[in-house]
């Protein structure tokens, strides 16, 4: 049976995650800085078949769309160095037939670097800055000496190049989720979004140019010039694939369906009204269920407490030129 809310360490993670990863009065306390778009997704016959959930029978449906930098703190540059990119964020929150709203959020990094609750406090602690480097290396070997599998996604994130653009970036679900027919059949899927563009990134040589926070004026100039996709992949197990621990990927060659395009086509106008919306990777509907994945239900959680502190608070700080605009 999944924990309840009032068992998962909510106001600890909050409390780790204000204390070592430069979280601001007013904002997320995590994908701080961020840009809403809009525009719609259109689901395969392929996904219709696996599914009757409403955003997957066919017709366009509208959507809201949250491209973001991960950090904590809103100030915090896109890349972590000319060469490492930082993680990214994509929220989607789908406009039902029914008036009903459906939600999921991934992010570019294959898989997440906690299995449980208690593993995300302690790897969100090891961000705090120790002396003049972050994170703290001690913090980090410590614990991945008692989480050896969480090792290639933490060598993946190290490695990661930064973005050229939201456009250019696949962003991976990373949670096991089921998809339920009309006959009440049940498939687990993972789902990732793969940009139409393709994907890219920026060399050293080019970092240079560009400001410390590029990708929401890119993705601004992007949108000027055109429409902005992604297709909807489904990934499918085996039997030897876990589907409650987020932090392994399934292997690359398993087998794969693609499920829609995400078309995004407008920056929405008021950002400081669309920057209170919630995306919730706990946001089923009828045709889609979660997962025993623990991080699912504590994730909801945090983002539950995040916005009620945030919407209490003033901004201490002036927000980001985006925030404004």
Same mark, same amino acid.
């Given at each position: 049976?999944?924990?309840?809310?009032?068992?998962?360490?909510?106001?600890?993670?909050?409390?780790?995650?204000?204390?070592?990863?430069?979280?601001?009065?007013?904002?997320?306390?995590?994908?701080?800085?961020?840009?809403?778009?809009?525009?719609?997704?259109?689901?395969?016959?392929?996904?219709?078949?696996?599914?009757?959930?409403?955003?997957?029978?066919?017709?366009?449906?509208?959507?809201?769309?949250?491209?973001?930098?991960?950090?904590?703190?809103?100030?915090?540059?896109?890349?972590?160095?000319?060469?490492?990119?930082?993680?990214?964020?994509?929220?989607?929150?789908?406009?039902?037939?029914?008036?009903?709203?459906?939600?999921?959020?991934?992010?570019?990094?294959?898989?997440?670097?906690?299995?449980?609750?208690?593993?995300?406090?302690?790897?969100?602690?090891?961000?705090?800055?120790?002396?003049?480097?972050?994170?703290?290396?001690?913090?980090?070997?410590?614990?991945?000496?008692?989480?050896?599998?969480?090792?290639?996604?933490?060598?993946?994130?190290?490695?990661?190049?930064?973005?050229?653009?939201?456009?250019?970036?696949?962003?991976?679900?990373?949670?096991? =989720?089921?998809?339920?027919?009309?006959?009440?059949?049940?498939?687990?899927?993972? =789902?990732?979004?793969?940009?139409?563009?393709?994907?890219?990134?920026?060399?050293?040589?080019?970092?240079?140019?560009?400001?410390?926070?590029?990708?929401?004026?890119?993705?601004?100039?992007?949108?000027?010039?055109?429409?902005?996709?992604?297709?909807?992949?489904?990934?499918?197990?085996?039997?030897?694939?876990?589907?409650?621990?987020?932090?392994?990927?399934?292997?690359?060659?398993?087998?794969?369906?693609?499920?829609?395009?995400?078309?995004?086509?407008?920056?929405?106008?008021?950002?400081?009204?669309?920057?209170?919306?919630?995306?919730?990777?706990?946001?089923?509907?009828?045709?889609?269920?979660?997962?025993?994945?623990?991080?699912?239900?504590?994730?909801?959680?945090?983002?539950?407490?995040? =916005?009620?502190?945030?919407?209490?608070?003033?901004?201490?700080?002036?927000?980001?030129?985006?925030?404004?605009?």
């Amino acid at each position: 049976m999944a924990a309840n809310n009032q068992e998962l360490p909510v106001l600890p993670a909050i409390q780790v995650m204000e204390e070592s990863t430069g979280t601001k009065a007013g904002y997320r306390r995590a994908h701080a800085r961020g840009l809403v778009v809009r525009g719609t997704f259109q689901a395969t016959p392929a996904a219709a078949a696996l599914t009757v959930a409403e955003h997957f029978q066919g017709a366009a449906v509208p959507v809201q769309i949250r491209l973001s930098n991960a950090a904590g703190n809103p100030f915090a540059p896109d890349r972590q160095s000319s060469s490492t990119g930082r993680a990214l964020g994509l929220g989607v929150r789908f406009g039902l037939p029914s008036g009903a709203v459906a939600s999921w959020a991934a992010v570019n990094i294959p898989a997440f670097p906690a299995r449980t609750p208690e593993d995300f406090l302690r790897i969100t602690a090891a961000q705090k800055p120790f002396l003049s480097l972050q994170p703290n290396p001690f913090k980090i070997i410590a614990y991945l000496l008692t989480r050896p599998q969480v090792l290639p996604t933490i060598k993946a994130i190290a490695k990661m190049k930064p973005a050229r653009s939201f456009g250019c970036t696949r962003f991976n679900g990373i949670h096991t =989720y089921f998809l339920v027919s009309g006959k009440a059949d049940r498939q687990a899927i993972r =789902y990732a979004w793969l940009p139409r563009a393709g994907i890219d990134s920026v060399p050293p040589s080019e970092s240079g140019d560009l400001p410390p926070q590029y990708l929401l004026e890119e993705m601004r100039q992007r949108l000027s010039r055109g429409p902005v996709q992604w297709d909807l992949q489904f990934q499918f197990p085996e039997a030897s694939d876990s589907l409650v621990d987020a932090s392994r990927a399934w292997p690359a060659e398993r087998q794969t369906i693609l499920a829609g395009t995400l078309t995004v086509t407008a920056v929405e106008p008021d950002q400081k009204a669309a920057d209170g919306l919630v995306f919730d990777p706990t946001g089923v509907v009828p045709g889609l269920e979660m997962s025993d994945d623990p991080l699912l239900r504590f994730r909801s959680a945090v983002y539950s407490e995040s =916005y009620r502190r945030r919407s209490q608070e003033t901004p201490g700080e002036a927000p980001p030129p985006d925030l404004d605009q």
